[in-house]
């Protein structure tokens, strides 16, 4: 008798669901002689595991969860084998009742968390090698050793370590690794290097995605909370190895939204080499709190070798200046395509607003990278108040600008220049923005701008006669603090003039974009 199709699949579908088992750990009433499928403490062998000894040398399979007591706290690194598939990941959750399960490591390296990434070591609460598909959530994680900071002698320290393995051009297999989910993590205290190069400065931190060959894709991080991380916060790091892969094509479709950013001694969150990046809602505070001496440079936000990066309803608050750098948003290192920043809120950001740093590197075709910068409906408060040579817009790049500036509202106590940078032959519009400065600052020679409005100062010298002068009444411009709601106060009353001119931000969209597919018909609709 012949099985028709849909009996078929139905009967794989129901097959593929019933081998997924969860595994369970709790570390005051477990053992590791039980079999773990069981999260009651009976007496009988097939309770929780006790530690993760058992859990870092089974395979697991798609569908699997791997269940930690809520209340447990263990010193030693999960790294779990095996991987999902669409639809089916392997899940790391917690269970019970209680204060969310700790993984606290103090700096050690153990033999779970080696890895042979150049001649460093890792230490990571979680770490996984070559894997698909799998979600990570509702977890403590700390990696606290001030005994012993990181440095190369000690190794790299994270809270999630995920490498794509390999050496590049010598091991160009075309792996591709996907289905990443974290969510719900609280990460405090990684200790870790902060320096100059970029080993020092990208390789340590809260959750690290480091791909040394092969390409990651379809990866979320989102309602998470990052606080006193000595490196960077979240980072999708692959533009320091070999080129087996474009840079374009190295981590597609990430999505970081959500999340909160708390004092770093890096920077808040990157993608270094891939595409269709999308920062949403996120909360950044502090970013470069724990530099020091050897911190060159820190920014919140930013992408380096990425084609197309969304910037959305973000608040970003007091992100320091060393050497360089400083700015809440950086588009860099051989960006293309677009980069879109809208309704975020900025404020107290000691290096300005905005940051173009694109390099004179062409592409294995001989094209340069030159990205499409529009900045619309932001609201920024008093950035670059510290800054010695202050601006709103810095150009630390090796080519002209192409930035439209839109419907921003730009408030300074004093007055700031609107740019600095080493081009003068620079694509600069700046259109329907308010400049609530109270001292007149010089533009920069060769910007266009038209139909802004100037208040309480006057406009730019050099910007000519179709800019406005008048008080744009807004809600209640001036008071500000941390928080979200405070960019409302910078939309214009109903009566304002700015309202039936178009000038200024409007209340915010309800943003109805959720999946990557949604972001990339963004990019790909997107008005030029």
């Given at each position: 008798?012949?099985?028709?199709?849909?009996?078929?699949?139905?009967?794989?579908?129901?097959?593929?669901?019933?081998?997924?088992a969860?595994?369970?750990?709790d570390?005051?009433?477990?053992s590791?002689?039980?079999?773990?499928?069981?999260?009651?403490?009976?007496?009988?062998?097939s309770?929780?595991?006790?530690?993760?000894?058992p859990?870092?040398v089974?395979?697991f399979?798609p569908g699997?969860?791997?269940?930690l007591?809520?209340?447990?706290?263990w010193?030693?690194?999960?790294?779990?084998?095996?991987s999902?598939?669409?639809?089916?990941?392997?899940v790391?959750d917690?269970?019970?009742?209680?204060?969310?399960?700790?993984i606290?490591?103090k700096?050690?390296?153990?033999?779970?968390?080696?890895s042979?990434?150049?001649?460093y070591?890792?230490?990571?609460?979680i770490h996984l090698?070559g894997?698909?598909?799998?979600?990570i959530r509702?977890?403590?994680?700390s990696?606290?050793?001030?005994?012993?900071?990181?440095?190369?002698?000690t190794?790299?320290?994270?809270?999630?370590?995920?490498?794509?393995?390999?050496?590049?051009e010598?091991?160009?297999?075309?792996?591709h690794?996907?289905?990443?989910?974290?969510?719900?993590l609280?990460?405090?205290?990684?200790?870790?290097?902060?320096?100059?190069?970029?080993?020092?400065k990208?390789?340590?931190?809260?959750?690290?995605?480091l791909?040394?060959?092969?390409?990651?894709?379809?990866i979320?991080?989102?309602?998470c909370l990052?606080?006193d991380?000595?490196?960077?916060g979240?980072?999708?790091?692959?533009a320091?190895?070999?080129n087996?892969f474009p840079?374009?094509?190295?981590?597609q479709n990430?999505?970081v939204?959500?999340?909160?950013i708390?004092?770093?001694?890096?920077?808040?969150?990157?993608v270094?080499s891939g595409?269709?990046?999308?920062?949403?809602?996120?909360?950044?505070?502090?970013?470069?709190?724990?530099?020091d001496?050897q911190?060159k440079?820190v920014?919140?936000?930013?992408t380096?070798s990425c084609?197309n990066a969304?910037?959305?309803?973000?608040e970003i608050?007091?992100?320091?200046?060393?050497?360089?750098?400083?700015?809440?948003?950086?588009?860099d290192?051989?960006?293309?395509?677009?980069?879109?920043v809208?309704?975020?809120y900025?404020?107290?950001?000691e290096?300005?607003f905005?940051?173009?740093?694109?390099?004179?590197a062409?592409?294995?075709?001989?094209?340069?990278?030159s990205p499409?910068?529009?900045?619309?409906?932001?609201v920024?408060?008093?950035?670059?108040?510290?800054e010695?040579?202050?601006?709103?817009?810095h150009?630390?790049g090796?080519?002209?600008?192409?930035?439209?500036?839109?419907?921003?509202?730009?408030?300074?106590?004093?007055g700031?220049?609107?740019?600095?940078?080493?081009?003068?032959?620079f694509n600069?519009n700046f259109?329907?923005?308010?400049?609530?400065?109270?001292?007149?600052q010089p533009s920069?020679?060769?910007?266009?701008l038209?139909?802004n409005?100037?208040?309480?100062?006057?406009?730019?010298?050099?910007?000519g006669?179709?800019?406005?002068?008048?008080?744009?009444?807004l809600?209640?411009p001036?008071?500000?603090?941390d928080?979200?709601?405070f960019y409302?106060?910078?939309?214009?009353?109903?009566?304002?003039?700015?309202?039936?001119?178009?000038?200024?931000?409007?209340?915010?969209?309800?943003n109805?974009?959720?999946?990557?597919a949604?972001y990339a018909?963004?990019?790909?609709n997107?008005?030029?």
């Amino acid at each position: 008798m012949k099985l028709r199709p849909c009996l078929v699949l139905s009967f794989l579908t129901f097959t593929l669901s019933a081998v997924a088992a969860d595994y369970y750990v709790d570390a005051h009433h477990g053992s590791d002689l039980n079999t773990g499928r069981s999260g009651n403490d009976d007496g009988e062998k097939s309770g929780p595991w006790r530690t993760f000894a058992p859990i870092n040398v089974h395979v697991f399979e798609p569908g699997d969860r791997i269940l930690l007591k809520r209340g447990s706290r263990w010193e030693e690194t999960l790294r779990p084998r095996g991987s999902g598939v669409a639809g089916q990941p392997v899940v790391i959750d917690a269970y019970g009742a209680g204060p969310l399960p700790q993984i606290a490591l103090k700096g050690q390296v153990t033999p779970e968390a080696a890895s042979t990434t150049g001649p460093y070591t890792q230490s990571a609460c979680i770490h996984l090698e070559g894997q698909s598909h799998w979600t990570i959530r509702n977890l403590s994680l700390s990696n606290d050793d001030d005994d012993h900071p990181s440095n190369f002698s000690t190794g790299w320290r994270t809270g999630i370590f995920v490498r794509a393995p390999g050496d590049g051009e010598a091991d160009a297999t075309g792996q591709h690794y996907t289905g990443f989910l974290f969510e719900n993590l609280e990460i405090r205290r990684i200790d870790g290097a902060h320096g100059k190069q970029p080993p020092q400065k990208n390789f340590n931190g809260g959750i690290i995605f480091l791909r040394q060959a092969g390409r990651f894709s379809g990866i979320v991080v989102q309602d998470c909370l990052l606080e006193d991380i000595d490196g960077v916060g979240i980072n999708f790091e692959g533009a320091w190895f070999k080129n087996d892969f474009p840079a374009y094509e190295r981590f597609q479709n990430v999505i970081v939204r959500r999340n909160t950013i708390r004092r770093t001694g890096g920077d808040g969150a990157t993608v270094r080499s891939g595409s269709n990046a999308v920062f949403e809602s996120n909360r950044v505070y502090d970013v470069g709190y724990h530099g020091d001496g050897q911190t060159k440079a820190v920014a919140a936000l930013w992408t380096a070798s990425c084609r197309n990066a969304l910037y959305q309803y973000n608040e970003i608050a007091r992100t320091r200046k060393f050497e360089l750098d400083g700015q809440p948003f950086d588009t860099d290192g051989a960006d293309t395509g677009l980069v879109v920043v809208q309704y975020n809120y900025t404020h107290d950001n000691e290096g300005g607003f905005f940051l173009w740093c694109t390099p004179t590197a062409r592409h294995k075709d001989g094209t340069h990278a030159s990205p499409r910068v529009f900045l619309r409906s932001n609201v920024s408060v008093n950035d670059g108040r510290k800054e010695k040579e202050p601006a709103l817009v810095h150009n630390a790049g090796w080519r002209p600008a192409d930035i439209t500036a839109e419907n921003n509202v730009f408030y300074h106590e004093t007055g700031i220049p609107l740019w600095r940078g080493k081009y003068k032959n620079f694509n600069g519009n700046f259109s329907k923005n308010v400049f609530y400065f109270h001292d007149s600052q010089p533009s920069y020679p060769g910007l266009t701008l038209k139909n802004n409005v100037f208040y309480p100062a006057e406009a730019f010298a050099e910007s000519g006669d179709s800019n406005l002068h008048f008080d744009p009444r807004l809600v209640n411009p001036g008071q500000y603090g941390d928080g979200y709601a405070f960019y409302r106060n910078f939309l214009p009353k109903n009566d304002s003039p700015l309202v039936r001119q178009g000038i200024g931000p409007r209340e915010p969209p309800v943003n109805t974009m959720s999946t990557h597919a949604d972001y990339a018909a963004f990019f790909e609709n997107y008005p030029k």
